[in-house]
């Protein structure tokens, strides 16, 4: 059910032929299972290892390292508060506790209506406009509890759709490489002279 | 920690699309198109001159461009400050294919420039990225931005379609043989990845933990074992300008060991948090804090209490270190160093043992666990200090910290000179018992608010001393 999409195998397959090495993709198709399915599922995995030809041990072993992957069912919007220093300096701290008074969750839960997905975040590089937070890492800055509660109500009433895509999509724009303008990603060990530009130094 | 701060009569920035960023006469290298909505698109891009550094590049040999590089004197603007065109020297003879990865995983506490870069500017990311990879032979390049960036994602993605469409990328640049792809990767989430080795690692496909040394420099073996660049995205931003104007034109700004400009964001309790793009070397911490071009002073009058010069991982300076000016040799031998080019104010109300903390935290939660060290030693601390700002800690919690710090950073630690407590300044670095800084940085914030403002701990432990006895379980006698 979860495995890639033909659509996405086809965006997988792009994008494995642009690295040296298939591995190298690893990172980049799992976020696009997460972009099609909200979080990381065990299929989806199997499925990324089937296309990089690593095992699902592998692929787990990688993602289970970082971050933005997550592997249980996650709110359409993870809400992520910044704790560091110059957040915190700002009041980063007492708009996390707004946050989860009004929300009626501790950071790391979601709603129950499976809307929202709180969380404690570090360093979101926006110190100069402390304190902020991220709605599915899309960047909101000098947050006071009044705007914390007006995204909230927008995000409910659905008015941040076009701003704000579901959990697990990241830039909405992809890289293309035409294919007429591509060099092609050569295995290293099939490339043993230098770049045509480089003179050759004499022996 | 802090209340919550109220107040609205902040200043902004007059480019919403740039927050934080704020104009200045001053010379502007890096930021120069940070004045337009559209300045990330490539119309915009060509009619300010862009790809003009490419052209010139192309019509020199690499050797040519990349000694042009080397004579700029043009530091890296990651974190450890070491010249450019040295690091492509390290690059073995004769051993093929080369990379360049470019370090746009921007996540260390205080930082926030690169985002901007890609955001306002990413052509200028690109035209950096071909021409170092013109001059060092680099035959693929792969520009890594931190997964928490969608908005830089977006902007980068369009500026690299355009630049493949309009033909300078890709194959036969500008009609030359020079041919190179750029890929654009994502990560998903690791400050370690920062780290350059553990950025290769990530970019292999695994866990991004760093890499055990020697090999010291990616340069010789990095990406699939091959002669690797990594550059910081602030680094490569500068070529276009240096292969466009020339070496002289680039050293003639700031000063000899600290050349051209660097971006610097100051943040915390000063009037105007923003991010600055000053002349290298010269430029005072006291020009940029209390600067009316810069951050305007302290907020609402209040003394300046603390500072960090250089990112999270910096050891802190207090007002006696305001006139160090932004030269690395110089930061070092005053206890701390310039990092990344951010700096972050504390005022007087703040409380020590809590901004601490924050660092501290953040450290401990960023431990990739490769290093015992640093994987039980960051968590240790934090544990720790939490312990001591939730009003449950003694002084034996104190000598336990410096105990554990001790099996980090072995020796001194570098630290400011105080005048208020008869201080002598440590220089920096320190001994480390990890593979990368990540371990050291845990201990680096608590160490120095432990030695600047030792006062604060000793007011919030209890004393072993007058300690009650712990209570004897009932029943058994004494």
């Not at chain 1, 299972?33 to 290892?49: E, F, I, K, L, P």
């Not at chain 2, 601390?381 to 939490?386: G, I, K, N, W």
């Not at chain 2, 980090?408 to 220089?427: F, K, N, W, Y």
């Not at chain 2, 480390?432 to 680096?444: K, Q």
Request: glycine residues 10%.
């Amino acid at each position: 059910m979860s495995r890639l999409s033909d659509h996405n195998v086809v965006v997988a397959k792009e994008i494995i032929a642009r690295y040296p090495k298939k591995k190298s993709a690893l990172i980049p198709l799992v976020h696009l299972s997460q972009q099609q399915n909200g979080y990381v599922t065990d299929d989806a995995m199997r499925h990324v290892a089937e296309l990089l030809d690593v095992t699902p041990a592998e692929v787990y072993g990688t993602a289970s390292f970082y971050e933005m992957f997550r592997f249980e069912p996650t709110g359409k919007y993870l809400i992520n508060i910044c704790g560091t220093m110059s957040c915190a300096l700002m009041g980063g701290d007492d708009l996390m506790h707004h946050a989860e008074h009004t929300l009626g969750i501790r950071a790391g839960s979601t709603t129950s209506d499976g809307l929202i997905t709180l969380q404690h975040a570090e360093c979101q590089a926006a110190c100069t406009e402390a304190p902020t937070l991220q709605v599915n890492y899309r960047h909101r800055y000098r947050v006071t509890p009044q705007a914390f509660d007006e995204l909230v109500a927008d995000l409910r009433a659905g008015v941040l759709d076009a701003e704000v895509p579901p959990h697990g999509t990241l830039g909405r724009t992809r890289q293309q490489i035409p294919a007429d303008r591509a060099v092609g990603a050569r295995h290293p060990d099939d490339v043993t002279e230098g770049p045509v530009w480089i003179p050759v130094s004499p022996a | 920690m802090s209340t919550f701060n109220e107040s609205t009569d902040r200043v902004v920035s007059p480019y919403p699309w740039a927050p934080g960023y704020y104009p200045s006469d001053r010379p502007a290298i890096v930021t120069s198109r940070f004045q337009y909505e559209d300045g990330h698109t490539l119309e915009r891009y060509l009619a300010t001159g862009g790809y003009e550094g490419l052209r010139a590049a192309l019509a020199k040999s690499p050797s040519e461009v990349a000694d042009e590089v080397k004579n700029s004197t043009l530091l890296g603007r990651g974190g450890a400050g070491f010249p450019a065109g040295t690091k492509w020297g390290f690059t073995p003879q004769g051993v093929w294919p080369r990379y360049l990865v470019v370090n746009g995983d921007e996540s260390e506490p205080g930082t926030y420039k690169d985002r901007l870069l890609m955001e306002c500017d990413p052509h200028q990311l690109i035209e950096g990225c071909l021409i170092a990879s013109y001059a060092a032979g680099l035959s693929q390049c792969f520009l890594y931005i931190r997964g928490e960036m969608p908005l830089a994602h977006e902007r980068v993605a369009t500026a690299l379609n355009d630049a493949y469409a309009a033909g300078y990328i890709g194959t036969n640049i500008l009609g030359t043989d020079f041919s190179v792809d750029i890929v654009l990767h994502y990560g998903a989430g690791a400050y370690v990845v920062g780290e350059e080795t553990a950025l290769i690692e990530s970019l292999e496909g695994e866990r991004g933990m760093p890499r055990l040394k020697p090999p010291y420099f990616p340069a010789a073996v990095g990406l699939y074992g091959q002669p690797t660049i990594v550059n910081n995205v602030e680094t490569l931003a500068n070529l276009p300008f240096i292969a466009k104007e020339g070496s002289a034109a680039y050293t003639a700004i700031g000063t000899p060991t600290s050349p051209g400009t660097r971006m610097i964001a100051v943040s915390g309790h000063v009037v105007r948090p923003g991010v600055y793009e000053i002349v290298n070397g010269s430029t005072t911490f006291r020009d940029l804090l209390y600067g009316d071009d810069f951050a305007q002073g302290i907020r609402d009058g209040n003394d300046l209490k603390a500072f960090v010069p250089g990112g999270g991982s910096a050891p802190w300076f207090t007002a006696d270190q305001l006139d160090i000016p932004f030269e690395g040799p110089q930061a070092g031998a005053a206890g701390s160093m310039l990092g990344s080019g951010a700096v972050m104010v504390m005022d007087s109300t703040t409380d020590i043992p809590a901004a601490a903390l924050t660092l501290v935290r953040f450290y401990a939660h960023e431990s990739c666990g490769k290093c015992v060290p640093c994987r039980e030693g960051g968590t240790w601390l934090y544990r720790l200090v939490q312990r001591i700002v939730d009003g449950h800690g003694t002084d034996a919690d104190l000598e336990t910290i410096r105990q554990v710090g001790e099996s980090i950073c072995p020796g001194d630690m570098p630290h400011a000179s105080s005048e208020r407590l008869g201080l002598d300044a440590v220089p920096f670095p320190y001994k480390m018992t990890t593979i990368c800084f990540v371990g050291p940085s845990a201990y680096v914030p608590i160490h120095s608010a432990l030695t600047l403002f030792p006062e604060e701990f000793e007011a919030l432990v209890t004393k072993r001393a007058e300690r009650r006895h712990i209570p004897v379980m009932a029943g058994v006698a004494e």
